[in-house]
C-alpha cells in the first residue's frame, strides 16, 4: 500500500474508534477504556492529522473526533442553549508542553502569574442565579447545548440555593460523587444484587441523570466551582478573587488550588499534588493551570474545542501496550474461575511485566480481547497489572474469545454463578481447588502454620502425604517419612509438626476463615465465631438468623448456610472434631475502657504493631487499616507518614504511644 493509503486508512481507522470510545463514555455513561488509553489515542490521531493533513479533504478532517466537543445526549431532559459555550481544556503530559503554553501567554501578556487547581473527575455543569435565587442549572452536553438538570442540582448541598448576591450571576463548576459516597453506593447496590458502578464518575454521571430528585438527594452528589461567566462584570479580575468570590458566596471549592508566580512553583506543585491527591476525598484526572489574570483571556481567545488560557496537566499513565500472547484460566480456592493473560514480556512502571488479570469471562468478551491481539496493560494501585483495552484494530485477530468451559485442572464443566459474572469449578475434589485450600488452611490470617507454607503443601501432596485438610493433623504418625523427604530436615520437620500441634488452641474464628467458604473473610468469620462460640456448634448453628447484623447481608449467610449442609462438609467438620480441634472463640474484649472508638496504628513504635492491635482490642477498642473519616484517633509512632497527613487533613485525634497508655490507665 502506498503510505498516503496507509496513513488514511489508520486515520479512519481511530477515528471510528474515538468515535465508538465517545458514544460509550457520553452516550452511556459507560466507559469502554481508560482515561490514558483514550488521551493516547486522540493524541494520535490528532498528531497524525496535522502531520499528513495534505493526505485529507476539509470534510474528512472536519468530520473526526479531533474538531468536535464529543458529547451528544439521550433525549431525557429538555435541552438548553449554553449563552457562552462551555469548552473543553488542551492537555499537556510534561513541563516542556506547559511552558510551550506558557510561552504563548508571554505573546500578550508582560506581568502575569497562575492559579493552579486539582482537575476534578466528575462532571461539568453551568448554573445560574437571579435575584440571589437558584434558577437554572445546565450539564455541559456538547459544549453548545446541554441538558436541563436543575431539580437534581437543587439536591446538592454544595451549591446554595440561595446566595447573597443580587446581579444575575452563572457559575460552573465540576458535580462529582466523593470516595466514601461511591463506596456506600456500590454496597448497597451489592446487598440489592444489582451490578455495581466502575468508578464515582461514572456514578455521579448516572446519578445525575436520574429522573427522581429524591434518588440524588440519597447519594449525596458534591460540586466544587471554578469559573464565573464574563467574570470582569462582576469586577472580579483574576482567578484567586474568582476563587474567593465564589467561596464567599458559600460555594465549595477546593481547598488545593493556589496562586503560583513561576513555572518551578508549577513544577513543585506538580510533584506534590501526586502524592497529596491519594489523600482526597474525590477524584482527579490531574491538574488545572489557568492564568490568573482576566484581562488577557479575550486577547488570547481559543480554539473551537478550549481556550489558550488554561491547561490541563495529567500525569504520565502507568500503562504500556504489548501483545496478548495467551488467555488462560485459574482456579482458587473457592473453586472461583479467574481469567489471565501471558504477555510479551514489557516493562511497567519500573518492572518487567509477563502476567495481567483479565478478570473473567465478560471482561474479555465486552473489550472483544483475543490472543495475539495489541492490548494496554496498566498497574494502578493493585500488585497485579490488569489489561485494560485494545490497543491497535490494524492487526486485530478477528475471531472473538470463546468462553473456556471444562477446569483445566480435573476437566469438571465450570458453573456459571447466579449473576453470569462468574464461573466456578464445582468438584469439591478437583486437585487445584484441594491444592488452594490447604496453602489457605495454614496461611497466616487462617490457622497460621506458616512453617507448613505453599512450598510444603506441595511436597506433601506430591508424595501422597496429604491429600485433604484433616490429613495435616495426621502427619504427627508420619515423622520417620517426613524425615526423610528432600529439602525437609528433622529439625524442621519437628517445628512443622509443633506449629500444627499449637494451631489446636486457635481461636475459632481462625478455622471458620481457614476453611474456603465463599465469602467469608477474616472479619466475617470473627463476627459468626463470636456466636458459634465454639467449633462443635458450627454445623446446626442458624446462619440465616445473622443477616440482622450489618456486616452479614443474605449472600453471605446463605453461603455459610449452604457449606454447612454439603455431605462432604458435614464429614470433614466432624473429623476434625474427631482429632481434638473443638476450637472455642477467644473471648477478645477485657473491658470497654475504649469504648468502640476505632483506632489506626502508625509508623514505628516500641512494640510490634500486634502487640498495639491486641491492647486496643482487649479494651474495647476497634482497629482499623486505613484512616478515614470514621477514624477517631491515630496512633502514630516515629517516622509516620501518608496516615499522618491524612488524619491531620480529617483533623483525627492524633496520640503518641504515652498519651495512648495514659488513656488506658485512666
Ligand atoms: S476550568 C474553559 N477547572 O475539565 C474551561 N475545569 O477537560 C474551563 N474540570 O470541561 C474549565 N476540574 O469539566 C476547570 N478545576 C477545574 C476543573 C475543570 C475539572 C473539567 C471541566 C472541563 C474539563 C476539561
Redesign the pocket.
Known sequence: MAEKDEIRKKVFELQKQINEWDHAYYDLDSPIVSDSVYDTEFNKLKKLEEQYASYFSYEEIKQSPTQRINASSLDIFSKVKHDKP????N?AYSIEEIQKFINNIKKVAINFSFFV????????ISVKYHDGKLIQAVT?GDGLVGEDVTENIRQIKSIPQVINYQKDLEV???VYLSIEDFEKLNEILEKENKAKLANPRNAAAGTLRQLNPAIVKERNLSA?L??VVDAEEHNIHSMEEEFNFLNNLGFQV?KE?KHLYTIDEIQEYIKNFKNEKQLLNYE??GI?I?LNEIQYYDKLG?TAK??H??I?FKYEPDTAITTLKNIFITVGRTGLVTYNALLEPVELSGSTVSFATLNNFKYIDDLNLNINDLIYVKKAGEIIPCVIGLASLKHKNPARFEKITTCPYCQSKLIDSDSSLEQFCPNEQCPEVKRRKLIHFVSKDAMDIVTLGEKNIELLLENGLINQITDIYKLKEYCSQLMQLERMGNKSVLKMLDAIEASRNQSLDRIIYALSIKLIGSKVAKLIASKVKEFSNFLSFDYLSLTQYHEIGEKIATSVHEWVNKEENIKLVNDLLALGLNLKYHEEKENDILNNQSFVITGTLSKSRSYFEELIVKNGGIVLSSVSSKTNFLLAGEDAGSKLSKANKLNIKILNEREFLEMLNN
Open positions: 462551555m469548552l473543553s481544556l492537555k487547581e486539582p482537575k476534578i473527575d466528575g462532571l461539568s455541559r460552573r463548576g465540576e466544587f471554578y469559573y477546593t488550588s482527579t484526572d488545572v489557568k481559543s478550549f481556550p488560557s488554561a490541563a
